[in-house]
């Protein structure tokens, strides 16, 4: 069983950064793949980045955050960070982090929410032009 709660999220201005966290209780993240996701008013869930649980946490993000956004893990303080940066009025939404022991590939995860086991409440993101 793992509990995630996310947190980190603001109002910001075009061009800024936020770093996201979210906290997880339970089982050690070692047996965890991570992924953050987003959704829009009126838009679906989409996938963000995926974090593998494997030794060096591979990663997987998707096209309209690569190059902005970085996914990594602290495995002794049981947090996964996203940090955003060069920020876009398109980047507002809820951002949700979610947790899963078995996904086909990152790829798969970031494509299909059923993936995924557990969630967080989300913390909103606005950036304003």
């Known amino acids: 069983q793992l509990h995630l709660v996310e947190s980190g999220g603001d109002s910001v201005q075009f061009g800024g950064s936020l770093r996201l966290s979210c906290e997880a209780s339970g089982r050690s993240l070692d047996f965890y793949n991570f992924g953050w996701f987003r959704q829009a008013p009126g838009k679906e869930r989409e996938g963000v980045a995926v974090?593998?649980?494997?030794?060096?946490?591979?990663?997987k993000y998707a096209d309209s955050v690569n190059g902005r956004f970085t996914v990594t893990k602290d495995n002794v303080k049981k947090v996964v960070y996203l940090q955003m940066n060069n920020l876009k009025p398109e980047d507002t939404a809820i951002y949700y982090c979610a947790a899963g022991e078995r996904i086909r590939s990152l790829d798969y995860g970031l494509r299909y929410t059923e993936t995924w086991d557990y969630w967080g409440q989300g913390t909103q993101v606005t950036v304003s032009s």
């Open positions: 974090i593998g649980a494997a030794s060096g946490g591979f990663t």
